[in-house]
Protein backbone atom coordinates (compact mmCIF):
# COMPACT_ATOMS: atom_id res chain seq x y z
CA UNK A 1 0.00 0.00 0.00
CA UNK A 2 2.15 2.16 1.12
CA UNK A 3 5.09 1.46 -1.52
CA UNK A 4 2.13 1.60 -4.42
CA UNK A 5 1.39 5.22 -2.87
CA UNK A 6 4.89 6.27 -3.41
CA UNK A 7 5.00 5.03 -6.65
CA UNK A 8 2.26 7.11 -7.97
CA UNK A 9 3.86 9.56 -6.46
CA UNK A 10 7.44 9.39 -8.26
CA UNK A 11 5.48 8.82 -11.77
CA UNK A 12 3.11 12.06 -10.53
CA UNK A 13 6.68 13.72 -10.29
CA UNK A 14 8.40 12.15 -12.87
CA UNK A 15 5.71 13.51 -15.01
CA UNK A 16 5.51 16.78 -13.96
CA UNK A 17 8.93 16.91 -14.38
CA UNK A 18 8.79 15.88 -17.68
CA UNK A 19 5.93 18.29 -18.46
CA UNK A 20 8.47 21.44 -17.53
CA UNK A 21 11.45 19.89 -18.75
CA UNK A 22 13.15 22.10 -21.50
CA UNK A 23 16.18 24.82 -22.09
CA UNK A 24 15.34 27.02 -19.17
CA UNK A 25 15.79 24.18 -16.51
CA UNK A 26 19.52 24.66 -17.59
CA UNK A 27 19.74 28.16 -17.94
CA UNK A 28 20.78 30.61 -14.92
CA UNK A 29 20.00 34.33 -15.29
CA UNK A 30 22.31 36.72 -12.90
CA UNK A 31 22.74 40.49 -12.77
CA UNK A 32 19.45 41.13 -13.74
CA UNK A 33 18.26 44.56 -13.53
CA UNK A 34 15.88 47.39 -15.41
CA UNK A 35 17.19 50.72 -16.28
CA UNK A 36 14.26 52.86 -15.39
CA UNK A 37 13.36 55.84 -17.98
CA UNK A 38 10.86 58.73 -16.37
CA UNK A 39 7.34 58.91 -17.43
CA UNK A 40 5.87 56.22 -20.10
CA UNK A 41 9.57 56.21 -22.15
CA UNK A 42 10.37 52.37 -22.94
CA UNK A 43 13.05 50.58 -20.85
CA UNK A 44 15.77 48.71 -21.64
CA UNK A 45 16.02 45.70 -19.55
CA UNK A 46 19.39 43.41 -19.04
CA UNK A 47 20.80 39.99 -17.66
CA UNK A 48 23.57 37.12 -18.22
CA UNK A 49 22.25 33.98 -18.86
CA UNK A 50 24.45 30.88 -18.22
CA UNK A 51 23.29 27.55 -19.91
CA UNK A 52 24.53 24.08 -17.65
CA UNK A 53 23.48 21.76 -20.21
CA UNK A 54 24.84 19.99 -22.70
CA UNK A 55 22.07 21.68 -25.52
CA UNK A 56 22.55 25.10 -26.92
CA UNK A 57 19.25 27.15 -26.20
CA UNK A 58 18.25 30.06 -27.65
CA UNK A 59 16.32 33.48 -25.21
CA UNK A 60 13.18 34.45 -27.98
CA UNK A 61 11.97 37.08 -25.92
CA UNK A 62 10.03 37.99 -22.63
CA UNK A 63 6.37 38.20 -21.13
CA UNK A 64 5.50 40.59 -18.18
CA UNK A 65 2.56 41.47 -16.08
CA UNK A 66 3.71 44.52 -15.67
CA UNK A 67 4.75 45.88 -19.75
CA UNK A 68 2.41 44.88 -22.30
CA UNK A 69 4.73 44.60 -24.63
CA UNK A 70 8.17 43.24 -24.58
CA UNK A 71 10.79 42.90 -26.95
CA UNK A 72 14.24 41.16 -27.47
CA UNK A 73 16.31 44.13 -29.80
CA UNK A 74 20.10 44.61 -30.03
CA UNK A 75 21.72 48.32 -30.70
CA UNK A 76 24.50 48.36 -32.81
CA UNK A 77 27.40 51.55 -34.32
CA UNK A 78 28.32 51.28 -37.88
CA UNK A 79 29.36 54.20 -39.63
CA UNK A 80 29.36 56.28 -36.32
CA UNK A 81 25.12 55.59 -36.57
CA UNK A 82 23.85 54.29 -33.66
CA UNK A 83 20.78 51.92 -34.64
CA UNK A 84 18.44 49.34 -32.77
CA UNK A 85 17.37 46.52 -34.60
CA UNK A 86 15.01 43.45 -33.58
CA UNK A 87 16.23 40.09 -32.63
CA UNK A 88 14.04 36.54 -33.29
CA UNK A 89 16.40 34.67 -30.98
CA UNK A 90 19.79 35.44 -29.08
CA UNK A 91 21.49 31.74 -28.70
CA UNK A 92 22.89 30.15 -25.48
CA UNK A 93 25.91 27.42 -25.99
CA UNK A 94 26.11 24.83 -24.14
CA UNK A 95 28.23 24.96 -21.15
CA UNK A 96 28.19 28.93 -21.86
CA UNK A 97 27.11 32.57 -21.07
CA UNK A 98 24.74 34.82 -23.05
CA UNK A 99 24.84 38.30 -22.37
CA UNK A 100 22.17 41.00 -22.60
CA UNK A 101 24.07 44.33 -21.57
CA UNK A 102 24.29 47.75 -22.55
CA UNK A 103 24.08 48.75 -26.33
CA UNK A 104 24.31 45.32 -27.34
CA UNK A 105 21.35 42.71 -26.68
CA UNK A 106 18.52 43.94 -24.19
CA UNK A 107 14.96 43.77 -23.91
CA UNK A 108 12.93 46.58 -24.69
CA UNK A 109 10.08 46.91 -22.17
CA UNK A 110 6.95 48.94 -23.42
CA UNK A 111 3.52 50.08 -21.90
CA UNK A 112 3.94 49.98 -18.47
CA UNK A 113 0.87 49.58 -16.79
CA UNK A 114 2.23 50.75 -12.98
CA UNK A 115 4.92 53.17 -12.15
CA UNK A 116 8.33 51.43 -11.83
CA UNK A 117 10.58 52.92 -9.77
CA UNK A 118 14.59 52.31 -8.67
CA UNK A 119 14.64 49.77 -5.97
CA UNK A 120 11.55 48.28 -7.35
CA UNK A 121 12.04 44.20 -8.63
CA UNK A 122 9.78 43.12 -11.36
CA UNK A 123 9.50 39.49 -12.48
CA UNK A 124 9.71 38.82 -16.04
CA UNK A 125 9.09 35.78 -17.57
CA UNK A 126 11.98 34.52 -20.31
CA UNK A 127 10.91 32.52 -23.28
CA UNK A 128 12.92 30.06 -24.77
CA UNK A 129 12.67 28.62 -28.91
CA UNK A 130 11.34 25.38 -27.25
CA UNK A 131 8.63 27.06 -25.23
CA UNK A 132 10.29 26.69 -21.86
CA UNK A 133 10.42 29.60 -19.55
CA UNK A 134 11.97 31.13 -16.63
CA UNK A 135 10.97 33.53 -13.75
CA UNK A 136 13.04 35.98 -13.35
CA UNK A 137 13.06 38.89 -10.46
CA UNK A 138 15.13 42.02 -12.73
CA UNK A 139 15.87 44.70 -10.11
CA UNK A 140 15.01 48.42 -11.13
CA UNK A 141 17.91 50.89 -11.11
CA UNK A 142 18.52 54.59 -11.77
CA UNK A 143 18.29 55.94 -15.47
CA UNK A 144 22.15 56.76 -14.83
CA UNK A 145 22.88 53.77 -13.28
CA UNK A 146 26.07 51.65 -15.31
CA UNK A 147 25.19 48.54 -14.30
CA UNK A 148 23.04 45.87 -11.86
CA UNK A 149 24.79 47.34 -9.13
CA UNK A 150 25.28 43.74 -7.69
CA UNK A 151 29.21 44.34 -8.03
CA UNK A 152 31.90 46.53 -8.44
CA UNK A 153 33.47 45.61 -11.56
CA UNK A 154 32.12 47.86 -13.44
CA UNK A 155 34.28 50.92 -12.39
CA UNK B 1 81.38 65.27 -28.09
CA UNK B 2 79.28 63.96 -30.89
CA UNK B 3 76.68 62.54 -28.23
CA UNK B 4 76.27 66.31 -27.08
CA UNK B 5 75.92 67.73 -30.19
CA UNK B 6 72.64 65.44 -31.26
CA UNK B 7 71.57 65.98 -27.61
CA UNK B 8 71.22 69.58 -27.51
CA UNK B 9 69.05 69.97 -30.93
CA UNK B 10 66.95 67.00 -29.77
CA UNK B 11 66.35 68.90 -26.29
CA UNK B 12 65.44 72.04 -27.57
CA UNK B 13 62.61 69.75 -29.85
CA UNK B 14 61.58 68.82 -27.22
CA UNK B 15 61.71 72.22 -24.95
CA UNK B 16 59.87 73.53 -28.08
CA UNK B 17 57.19 70.19 -28.36
CA UNK B 18 56.55 71.16 -24.35
CA UNK B 19 56.25 74.79 -25.02
CA UNK B 20 53.68 74.48 -28.28
CA UNK B 21 51.58 71.96 -26.09
CA UNK B 22 50.69 74.81 -23.29
CA UNK B 23 49.55 77.38 -26.47
CA UNK B 24 45.65 77.61 -26.11
CA UNK B 25 44.93 75.73 -29.47
CA UNK B 26 47.26 72.90 -29.09
CA UNK B 27 46.60 71.15 -26.05
CA UNK B 28 47.70 67.45 -25.85
CA UNK B 29 43.97 65.82 -26.32
CA UNK B 30 43.21 62.12 -26.30
CA UNK B 31 40.45 62.09 -27.85
CA UNK B 32 40.18 62.64 -31.39
CA UNK B 33 41.39 66.73 -31.94
CA UNK B 34 38.83 68.62 -34.05
CA UNK B 35 39.62 71.91 -33.49
CA UNK B 36 39.85 73.85 -36.44
CA UNK B 37 37.77 71.29 -38.71
CA UNK B 38 34.10 71.62 -37.58
CA UNK B 39 31.94 75.27 -37.17
CA UNK B 40 31.44 76.94 -33.74
CA UNK B 41 28.80 75.58 -31.32
CA UNK B 42 25.52 77.48 -33.11
CA UNK B 43 21.61 76.86 -33.25
CA UNK B 44 18.21 78.25 -32.56
CA UNK B 45 16.49 75.72 -29.97
CA UNK B 46 14.28 75.46 -27.00
CA UNK B 47 15.41 74.56 -23.61
CA UNK B 48 13.76 71.66 -21.32
CA UNK B 49 12.24 74.94 -19.73
CA UNK B 50 10.67 75.71 -22.60
CA UNK B 51 12.93 79.13 -23.50
CA UNK B 52 14.29 79.64 -26.89
CA UNK B 53 18.10 79.22 -26.73
CA UNK B 54 21.08 79.97 -28.75
CA UNK B 55 24.69 78.67 -29.05
CA UNK B 56 25.88 81.84 -27.65
CA UNK B 57 23.89 81.51 -24.34
CA UNK B 58 26.37 78.46 -23.84
CA UNK B 59 29.68 80.67 -24.30
CA UNK B 60 31.44 80.50 -20.87
CA UNK B 61 30.69 76.48 -20.44
CA UNK B 62 32.39 73.46 -22.06
CA UNK B 63 29.35 71.86 -24.44
CA UNK B 64 29.36 68.33 -24.87
CA UNK B 65 26.76 68.04 -27.89
CA UNK B 66 25.07 64.50 -28.39
CA UNK B 67 21.88 63.95 -30.62
CA UNK B 68 19.62 61.15 -29.09
CA UNK B 69 16.30 60.67 -28.04
CA UNK B 70 13.95 60.07 -25.28
CA UNK B 71 12.19 57.08 -26.72
CA UNK B 72 15.56 55.61 -27.38
CA UNK B 73 15.83 52.74 -24.42
CA UNK B 74 19.29 51.57 -24.70
CA UNK B 75 22.50 53.77 -26.15
CA UNK B 76 21.27 57.22 -25.54
CA UNK B 77 20.62 56.55 -21.31
CA UNK B 78 23.91 54.57 -21.49
CA UNK B 79 25.95 57.26 -23.29
CA UNK B 80 24.39 59.82 -21.24
CA UNK B 81 25.01 57.87 -17.60
CA UNK B 82 28.61 57.30 -19.03
CA UNK B 83 28.57 61.33 -19.30
CA UNK B 84 27.33 61.87 -15.46
CA UNK B 85 29.83 59.81 -14.76
CA UNK B 86 32.79 61.79 -16.45
CA UNK B 87 30.88 64.85 -14.87
CA UNK B 88 30.86 63.46 -11.40
CA UNK B 89 34.55 62.54 -12.02
CA UNK B 90 35.45 66.26 -12.83
CA UNK B 91 33.98 67.26 -9.12
CA UNK B 92 33.41 71.56 -8.98
CA UNK B 93 34.60 71.56 -12.41
CA UNK B 94 32.10 69.56 -13.84
CA UNK B 95 29.65 73.10 -13.35
CA UNK B 96 31.48 74.72 -15.87
CA UNK B 97 30.28 72.08 -18.29
CA UNK B 98 27.07 71.35 -19.60
CA UNK B 99 25.85 68.19 -21.47
CA UNK B 100 23.33 69.52 -24.68
CA UNK B 101 21.13 66.67 -25.40
CA UNK B 102 19.27 67.58 -28.81
CA UNK B 103 16.62 65.21 -29.62
CA UNK B 104 16.30 64.26 -32.76
CA UNK B 105 12.41 62.82 -32.65
CA UNK B 106 10.90 66.82 -31.79
CA UNK B 107 7.77 65.13 -32.73
CA UNK B 108 7.88 63.44 -29.70
CA UNK B 109 10.11 64.88 -27.34
CA UNK B 110 8.50 67.79 -26.26
CA UNK B 111 10.05 70.25 -23.57
CA UNK B 112 8.64 68.87 -20.59
CA UNK B 113 9.57 65.01 -21.66
CA UNK B 114 12.99 66.10 -22.57
CA UNK B 115 12.81 68.12 -18.63
CA UNK B 116 11.92 64.85 -16.97
CA UNK B 117 14.66 63.06 -19.42
CA UNK B 118 17.80 64.92 -18.55
CA UNK B 119 17.44 65.56 -14.65
CA UNK B 120 17.40 61.69 -14.57
CA UNK B 121 20.72 61.65 -15.56
CA UNK B 122 22.36 64.79 -14.65
CA UNK B 123 22.28 67.99 -13.10
CA UNK B 124 24.68 69.73 -15.41
CA UNK B 125 22.44 67.96 -19.00
CA UNK B 126 20.23 70.61 -20.98
CA UNK B 127 17.85 68.78 -23.25
CA UNK B 128 16.91 70.69 -26.48
CA UNK B 129 14.20 70.17 -29.27
CA UNK B 130 12.81 72.56 -31.50
CA UNK B 131 10.92 72.32 -35.29
CA UNK B 132 12.73 69.16 -37.24
CA UNK B 133 14.10 71.40 -39.51
CA UNK B 134 16.26 73.04 -36.72
CA UNK B 135 17.28 70.15 -35.33
CA UNK B 136 18.09 68.54 -38.93
CA UNK B 137 20.03 71.95 -39.33
CA UNK B 138 22.45 71.49 -36.56
CA UNK B 139 22.79 67.40 -37.03
CA UNK B 140 23.77 68.68 -40.62
CA UNK B 141 26.19 71.37 -39.54
CA UNK B 142 28.19 68.67 -37.97
CA UNK B 143 28.03 66.29 -40.33
CA UNK B 144 26.04 64.31 -38.34
CA UNK B 145 23.02 62.55 -39.55
CA UNK B 146 19.95 60.32 -38.97
CA UNK B 147 17.07 59.07 -40.34
CA UNK B 148 14.04 57.57 -38.85
CA UNK B 149 13.47 53.68 -39.32
CA UNK B 150 10.10 52.63 -40.96
CA UNK B 151 7.38 52.79 -38.34
CA UNK B 152 5.44 50.08 -36.99
CA UNK B 153 1.43 49.10 -36.92
CA UNK B 154 0.71 50.55 -33.08
CA UNK B 155 2.64 53.94 -34.53
CA UNK B 156 5.83 53.55 -33.07
CA UNK B 157 9.10 53.86 -35.09
CA UNK B 158 13.02 54.05 -34.35
CA UNK B 159 15.57 57.05 -35.05
CA UNK B 160 18.82 56.24 -36.07
CA UNK B 161 21.41 58.45 -35.02
CA UNK B 162 24.82 59.97 -34.93
CA UNK B 163 26.39 58.36 -31.43
CA UNK B 164 29.41 60.94 -31.85
CA UNK B 165 29.90 63.34 -28.59
CA UNK B 166 31.13 66.99 -29.85
CA UNK B 167 32.77 68.82 -27.17
CA UNK B 168 32.99 72.53 -27.47
CA UNK B 169 35.43 75.18 -25.62
CA UNK B 170 34.16 77.88 -23.26
CA UNK B 171 34.07 80.03 -26.68
CA UNK B 172 31.85 77.73 -28.69
CA UNK B 173 34.66 76.46 -30.59
CA UNK B 174 34.89 72.40 -31.28
CA UNK B 175 37.57 71.25 -29.76
CA UNK B 176 37.56 67.38 -29.86
CA UNK B 177 34.83 64.41 -31.22
CA UNK B 178 33.84 61.24 -29.36
CA UNK B 179 32.31 57.88 -29.72
CA UNK B 180 30.55 56.47 -26.84
CA UNK B 181 32.92 53.65 -26.15
CA UNK B 182 35.85 56.44 -25.55
CA UNK B 183 37.21 55.66 -22.04
CA UNK B 184 36.19 57.99 -19.05
CA UNK B 185 39.76 58.35 -18.48
CA UNK B 186 39.77 59.99 -21.84
CA UNK B 187 36.94 61.97 -21.44
CA UNK B 188 37.60 63.36 -18.05
CA UNK B 189 40.93 64.20 -19.16
CA UNK B 190 40.50 66.14 -22.22
CA UNK B 191 37.63 67.78 -19.89
CA UNK B 192 40.27 68.95 -17.84
CA UNK B 193 42.08 70.55 -20.20
CA UNK B 194 39.50 72.40 -21.34
CA UNK B 195 38.41 73.52 -18.20
CA UNK B 196 41.13 74.44 -16.26
CA UNK B 197 42.35 76.32 -19.67
CA UNK B 198 40.66 80.16 -19.08
CA UNK B 199 38.28 81.36 -16.53
CA UNK B 200 34.47 81.42 -16.64
CA UNK B 201 33.82 84.77 -17.71
Known sequence: MKSSTLSILFAGLLLTGAAHAGAADHVHASHAWIRVLPGALPAGAYVTLRNDGDQAVALSGASSTVYAEVMLHRSSTAGGMSRMTMVDALSVPAHGEAVLAPAGYHLMLMQANATVKPGDTVRLTLNFTDGSTLATDFLARPANAMDAGDDHSGH | ?201
Not at chain 2, 17 to 40: A, K, Q, V, W, Y
Not at chain 2, 155 to 164: D, K, P, Q, T
Open chain 2, 1 to 201: MKLRRAFLPALLLVAGLLLGGCRHDELPFRLTNISGHMPDLDFKLTDDHGKAVTGADYRGKVALLYFGYTHCPDVCPLTLAQLHVVMQRLGPLADGARILFVSVDPARDTPAVMHAYVNAFDPRAVGLTGDPRATEALSKRYRSAFTREPGSADGSYEVSHSSAIYVFDRDGKARVLATPSASHDDLVHDLHLLLDTGATP
